[in-house]
């Protein structure tokens, strides 16, 4: 592994461990796990900060299926904010954005934060994740703010294993459908029929 790929593999899991303390306590700007500013995962925008953003794909390398975004987003303004859209450029993705009810769109409060990824959490997936990210690389990622418009900066892109698993796409690859056969009758054995049909015409 490269010096520039174990730095960004040691950067991404300090970023996992502030996310899980995030989500789990709903902590604010001055969390003790906010600490952690890795390079390229942190960027603030007028009233708007967004921090600890990945790109996370499927557990196993060059698996087809859906890959994450994964963030929190803070918004330090008066007013309420909601995250329009998330894209990356310079690739044909699509990331379908969920709020963490279910259904509208993923707001962040004002003076307050949104978690992006985990369960129970909102969530921004990329349809085609398989072709879009590649472990290892550092994505750009774009968030569109109603208010502060776009906000950009780059993401690790990991795999949902070890201690991104809780955080990956909650749709994984099934496993390939396995043919099933009837067990051989053994040659010169009777089938229940044959033995049927043979005992009626003796009766007759």
Do not use: W
Not at 119 to 145: M, W
Not at 159 to 166: L, Q, R
């Amino acid at each position: 592994m490269s010096r520039s790929l174990r730095r960004g593999a040691l950067a991404a899991t300090a970023i996992v461990f502030s996310i899980a303390a995030l989500s789990a306590c709903g902590a604010g700007n001055d969390a003790q796990t906010l600490g952690v500013r890795p390079d390229n995962a942190a960027v603030t925008v007028d009233d708007v900060k967004i921090q600890n953003a990945l790109v996370i794909t499927q557990p196993e390398p060059g698996a087809a299926g859906p890959a994450v975004v994964a963030a929190t987003v803070f918004n330090n303004g008066r007013a309420p904010q909601t995250v329009e859209s998330i894209t990356l450029p310079g690739t044909t993705a699509t990331v379908k954005l969920k709020a963490k009810e279910g259904a509208g769109p993923i707001v962040v409060p004002a003076g307050g934060s949104v978690v992006i990824g985990g369960q129970g959490n909102a969530s921004a997936t990329i349809e085609n994740g398989h072709e879009a990210a590649k472990n290892g690389d550092a994505q750009k990622v774009v968030f569109k703010l109603s208010k502060t418009g776009d906000v950009a900066l780059s993401a690790f892109v990991v795999p949902a294993s070890s201690y991104f698993k809780d955080f990956g796409p909650a749709e994984l690859p099934k496993p390939p459908a396995t043919a099933t056969t009837p067990p051989a009758t053994p040659s010169g054995t009777a089938t229940p029929s044959s033995t049927a049909t043979a005992t009626a015409t003796a009766g007759h």
